[in-house]
């Protein structure tokens, strides 16, 4: 039973493999080739891009998407999480797509359906289809990844997309820097990779910047003692991104809050990546929502 809960253990060619049939479906056609396969996209926190690009790519595979709002469902009745992965899965389910607060929610959907379950944002635990569309879109903008330098701003501590960054992206040859307040560090480092809280010292060095949203529903606050005004020590802004390389980009897994981590103008500059990156779920989506309808065939 393949689908993907996490890139852990994935190697450069396995990630390669995946990007590169990323890149095959950017420009390719509607097509019909998992007509009659069902993708349930099971929700249970909120989301804009993830969700729409997941269900935009099933269905230029030709998949069926069954969609499933906790808030109007029988979750409201207190059906439980496992007897409502029970009835999507009786009712006809091939794929699940899931979203959750709970870290190991993936492992238990599969193992109560018995159906490959693809990761769309467990709580604080990873985000692997996020890192793929940052490893697409990087390798998109400069040609390669091997020996670039990022820089990831702002709440690591409770950030998924962060996770799955540190798990993939150094096995491709992109070097991490961890930088913010104190508070939004890793309690650990495992990664072994370098950390700092002077984000001004780090810009001349990196080609891109890849700030992160303060994750207020998992209890961070942008108030941080020791940091007297986020913006002013950690935003990125005009005068930052002149102090970067001519070709340092900006990168965001959105929703970005405009005026905290990012000011309009950076936000909408040319060295901005974010619509790319929104872009790319789609064909990064369908690759891995391909790959998991192949195994079930
Ligand atoms: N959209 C990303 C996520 O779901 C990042 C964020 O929400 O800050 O993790």
Sequence with gaps: MSGLITLHGWGRERLTEILDKAEGYVASAQSTAFS????????????????LSFERAAHRLGAYVMGFSPELSSVTK???????????????????????????A??????WSGRPVINAGLGSREHPTQTLIDALTLRQ???????LRMAIVGDIRNSRVAR???????????????????????????????TSTNLDDELG???????????????????????????RRYGMNEERLSMMKPTGVVMHPGPINRGVEIDDATA???RSLLVRQVAN????????IAEALEGVR
Excluded at 141 to 147: H, P, Q
Excluded at 174 to 179: A, D, K, R
């Design 164 to 194: 799955g960054h540190l798990i993939a992206l150094p096995t491709l040859g992109v070097e991490l820097t961890l930088v913010g307040p104190t508070p939004f560090m890793p309690q650990d480092n495992p990664w072994g990779v370098r």
């Design 268 to 270: 909408d500059s040319e």
């Design 36 to 51: 009659g396969a069902t993708v349930t996209c099971a929700f249970f926190e909120a989301s804009t891009r993830t969700r």
């Design 106 to 111: 993936a492992d238990l959907a599969a193992g």
């Design 205 to 231: 060095d990196v080609d891109v910047v890849y700030l992160l949203r303060i994750q207020a529903e998992r209890g961070s606050s942008a108030d941080i003692p020791s940091s007297a005004g986020y913006a």
């Design 141 to 147: 903008e400069f040609g390669r990844l091997d020996g």
């Design 78 to 104: 207190g059906e439980s999480f496992k007897d409502t992965i029970l009835t999507l899965t009786a009712i006809g389910t091939d794929v699940f797509i899931l979203r959750h607060t709970l870290a190991d």
């Design 281 to 288: 779920g789609v064909p990064v989506r369908m690759a891995v």
